[in-house]
């Protein structure tokens, strides 16, 4: 078994760094090696966030090499974008949330938030496969507007791109998000699976 | 935050936080006493050790800095007990005085020293290598390349420093200590070291420095562990070497360094051909694996995290042993350079370079790339929504707009609010004089003139009062831990020397930046007991500030009005405590308690486009420029308020429904000053 990389990206507050630590967790649980490498900035809420994971059966460091994943799952647009550009290897797969959270730099320094046709196109030209979805809106089916992540997961794992069963990623996210949202999360990671059949 | 740090499951695979396996390492050697204060990439190993010790029964402390921690950590391993200190790398730079000294008169108890390094400066102010401070007080550094190993050593640096009877520093570094690996767990330690006191163990005056026979003499028992040092070192299983016969080539790794370098080996195909060597005991490195590996081979790759720290030893020894070789790395052949963080990629192209392999790199994506970066803006770093911060500094614009002068100086210090220094990185800015006089603050972001490290605010905003500055109002400011950590006696000497300073205290109870870990302001310790709050405001008080008022920075004219009265004063240091909890904290309650908050919403007929609430710097305020209108997220709001105010028009208004959470327009703020 090779090495996948992995990278789970989204903007602070989002659950990103929780997502890929449910996925680590549950390759660990199927008995194979993982590393997460969380980059985030010094800020509680809105930093971009990027959590590397690395999964293989003799897996050391845990950063992913540029033009090294093999997906990349981006829980708002503009962060999708930057790290499938820097992360994905081409022909890789993407899963790219339609949320837009400007940054302050749109705001403040007038520059253009990247249209979404255009990251669209972009995304496409690099990756083999490539969804853009509103993983909020699925949340929210699920019955929790913060289970993006997990329906992000369901998404990954649907895609065939997680190297282990379903039973241990459903144990890893029992055992990892907070008490009392189990079934909520659950639901969540069978939307996402759903979504893209 | 589970049960498998304090988990009694020797065998078991579990996957860990490096901080956590830190932690874990220290409850299986038995730990007894522990002591920190909160430092990104570090803070994660009290949390962890603070949960374990309410289930295990042993003592833990947020402590009020890191001096304080580690000399409460000494204070118990000189009794006998194991005992440890952690905080980030910044923070050691605070315990440097005492290391330096208790080198000379030892511990008796296991004391361990866990440092979070932070190259590539994520979250801290530098990059620097504190191994050159385990070295510089000749002490032993062991260095984890991999989150298993983090745990294995803090627990054996536990014996090493009861073998040696000195201190023994971890370090560890933000790919270690923030990043998540597999950790098999080990036994517990239950026996715990008989606590006791011997003041004349084993040499005489043994606890006090200029006791007979004076610190010259301890200084000399210091080099006497160092034989013992070395023999640990050379013996120690964290130092691995392997002589591939015929290669030559080999590669040496130094804690995380060794984990990129066996991996990029790999990639390559390169790990049976070339010669290796893995350091985890870094100081004193082991000579004797050294000397071989560096006879081995004509050229010699070094893979540290840092500075050329083992590099520089190979040096040193080579002139003797191999004279010849070429040593490769941070140095003189430089093939990486000795600053930002390590990666494969770096590892791989020096590698590639000492070996002269040439790295194939085809990318069928190379144009879509380039398209895609053009498209891509920078996301700056920026306070959370509803961040009472935003509104002090708005008050204090305002306040200093009202006020004159040409250009003030603000001085900031370290917490959530530093991130008034961080600038807009979308926004290029030409080294400029004329820039600074214009001085147009348009968002938080560009608040802050000064920044460096804990403490350092109001000391600097001294130093420019002395020094005759009067070309505008000089202000400093700080969270509230800060004021405890480092800020307290800089107040006292703005008292005693009678400078005409502003100071403002960013109170919000907790230690938010680095994940809201209690302080004294907060009324709870580490493992939860609750304690009456320190009372800043009695505390600045008997300072002998003759200037003190409490605002609540919600209330932005208020806040205003404060400040603009605490600019004139000319009687010694100003000081106004803008104090409000944190309102992550506290829309975390309403969630757990199901209370929607009752949110803003920008009635775009009203809306002229003004931006002003755009310039608040709140992440939920949005502003469509097709539109040219504001726009509130609603996901992000949490009904603080603050934009409402600041909009001239009255265009942003509540939602119908839902809980009060921030200020309710036009009802006059409840203030207390706390004890008066």
Known sequence: METVNLIVAGVGGQGSVLGAHIIADAAVRAGLNARVGDTYGAAQRGGKVASHVRIGPDVESPLVPEKGAVAVLGLELLEGLRNVVKYLKAGGIAVISTYEFPPIDASLADLQYPKREEVEEVVRAIASKAFFLDLIQMAKEAGNVRTANVVGIGTLYGLGVLPFDLEYLEEAIKENVPRGTEEVNLRALRIGMEAVR | M????????????????????????????????????????????????????????????????????????????????????????????WIMDMLMTVDYTGVRGGLVLAVGDDPDAHYSSNEQDTRIAGEYALIPVLEPSTVHEAKEMTKKAFEISEAVELPVQVRSCTR???????VVLGEIRRERNPVGFNKHYKLPYRWDVYGPPGPVEKHKWLFSTLPKQKELSEESEFNWLDIVDGSDIAVVGSGIGWAYA???LKEMGLWDRVSKLKVGFVHPAP????????????????????????ERKAYELAKDVAPDVEIYGKLRNQVIEPWGELNLERVSAAISRVAGIEIKAEDPAAEARKKGERLIIPRSSMLCPGCQHLGTYWALKTALARFGGKVPIINGDIGCYEQGGYGVSGRKIEPNEELTKKYVALAPYEMLDTLHIMGSGIGLAQGEYHAGYREGKIVAVSGDSTFFHAVMPSLLNAVYNKANILYIIM?????????????????????????????????????????VEVVDPYDIKGTTEVLQRALQWEDGPAVVIAKRECALQVFRRYRKERKPVKTYRVVEDKCIGCKLCVYLGCPAVWWKPEKKKAVIDPIQCVGCSMCAQVCPVNAIVP??????????????????????
């Open chain 2, 176 to 182: 270690i200590s923030h990043a998540s690996g597999d």
């Open chain 2, 507 to 547: 109170d919000n109870d907790w230690v938010a930046m680095t994940g809201h870990q209690p302080s004294p302001s907060t009324g709870l310790t580490a493992t939860g007991q609750v304690y009456t709050k320190a009372n800043i405001y009695k505390v600045v008080k008997s300072l002998g500030v003759k200037f």
């Open chain 2, 655 to 676: 939602e119908e429904e839902g809980y009060v959470f921030g200020l309710p327009i036009g009802e006059p703020p409840k203030l207390l000053k706390e004890g008066e």
């Open chain 2, 2 to 93: 589970m049960v498998r740090i304090w988990e009694d499951a020797p065998g078991k695979r579990v996957f860990m936080l490096g901080n956590e396996a830190i932690a874990r390492g220290a409850v299986e050697a038995g730990v007894q006493v522990a002591a920190s204060y909160p430092g990104t990439p570090a803070s994660e190993i009290m949390e962890n050790l603070a949960e374990a010790a309410k289930h295990l029964g042993f003592y833990a402390q947020w402590s009020i800095n890191e001096t304080v921690a580690f000399n409460v950590a000494v204070g118990a391993a000189i009794t006998g007990a194991r005992a440890m200190a952690s905080m980030k790398n910044a923070g050691l730079n």
């Open chain 2, 287 to 310: 000579e004797g694996k050294l000397e071989r590996i560096l006879r081995s081979s004509s050229k010699v790759l070094f893979v540290e995290e840092g500075l050329p720290f083992v």
């Open chain 2, 262 to 264: 066996k991996d990029a």
